[in-house]
Structures are given as C-alpha cells and as structure tokens.
C-alpha cells in the first residue's frame, strides 16, 4: 500500500510482510504493481490538469471581470489588481477568481474567493510553483506574499512588484520559480 501527505511531501510504500520475508518474485510483482499505479495516477493528473488549465483558460478571456465593488474586496479595504474575474462555476457562483500563473504566464489554475473571504483552489488543478502576478513594476523589488489581501496592501504601501504564493507551502516553490526568472531582482519574501 502506498501512503502520503501532500502537505509535508511524504510519499511512502507499507505492506504488512516484512521486506526479507519476501521472495524475489514477490518484491518484483509489488513493485510492478505500484509502478503501474503510479503511471496511472500521473495519467490522470496530466488529464485532470489539462481540463483544469481549459476551464480556467475560458474563464480569464471571456469571463465577467471583477471590481473593486466585490464584497471581499471592499470588506479587505483593497483595490482590484490583475486579472481578476468572477466565476460562473455552479458551485462558487460570483466568487472572486484569481489565475494561478506558471513563469511563462500559462494559467493552470485559480483561486476562489467568497464574498466572506472562504478559499478553494480549482479542483485537480496545479497550485506548485503557481502563482498570482499581482503587480509587475519594472526595477523596483519583488515582493512575495501568501493570499491577494496581503499583496494588494503591500504594493499599495510600496508601489513595488508582488507575486502571491497563495499559502505557505508554495512560498519556496513560487521563490525559486521567480528567482530562476528574475536572477538580479531583490526579492523580498
């Protein structure tokens, strides 16, 4: 059996026979099988997020813009920055959308927003390395932050550049992504 968390990146194998008490063939037939599961598992990720990123595709060309009247922003005391759009899912009707962005602008999936500030990710979708591009100022320092609140009140009191990450676990993979892009940039995380 196969068992995990997302959250701290564990991925690990268990069974109840221990490892010397199998024979050859049998560690040969458990490895094939849980590389089979894997392949598929990675199949059906690239499947799940391609129909994500085409969602998410329509929704950032075609769909409703968002204001700075959205309730979330207003009740944040924010402006509206970047390609914010409201979303038409049945699920999340009206809610804030924000891309999540890769480093060569392909969107790969979003972030909702509710009016009360409640968030989900597009289900499936690829956060890692994602981010939101908030604000891009040429030559001042890149600012990198969690959620688009705390963004939007750092490039209002700065005027500078910012990247949100969207959670905390995706600050050091949104970092290296900028980092890798912008090698003389003073990043500030």
């Known amino acids: 059996a196969c068992y995990g968390c997302w959250k701290r990146q564990i991925n690990a194998r268990w069974t109840s026979i221990d490892n010397a008490d199998l024979t050859h063939d049998q560690r040969r037939a458990i490895k094939s099988s849980t590389d089979e599961a894997s392949r598929l598992r990675k199949l059906q990720d690239e499947q799940d997020q391609t129909a994500v990123r085409k969602r998410?595709?329509?929704?950032?060309t075609t769909g409703t813009k968002a204001n700075r009247e959205h309730p979330y922003l207003v009740k944040k005391g924010v402006r509206d920055y970047g390609n914010l759009r409201l979303s038409d899912s049945p699920s999340y009707p009206g809610w804030l959308a924000l891309p999540l962005q890769d480093e060569t602008g392909l969107i790969h999936s979003c972030q909702l927003i509710a009016d009360d500030g409640a968030k989900?990710?597009?289900?499936?979708g690829r956060v890692q390395g994602c981010f939101f591009l908030l604000h891009k100022e040429p030559s001042t320092p890149i600012i990198i932050c969690e959620g688009y609140a705390t963004g939007a009140s750092l490039h209002e009191a700065t005027g500078w550049s910012v990247?949100?990450?969207?959670?905390?676990?995706?600050?050091?993979?949104?970092?290296?992504?900028i980092r890798a892009t912008n090698p003389a940039a003073v990043i500030i995380i």
């Not at 998410?56 to 950032?60: D, I, P, Q, R, T």
């Open 120 to 124: 989900k990710f597009a289900y499936r």
């Open 163 to 177: 990247v949100c990450a969207m959670n905390c676990q995706n600050l050091i993979p949104v970092s290296k992504v």
């Open 56 to 60: 998410c595709k329509e929704l950032f």
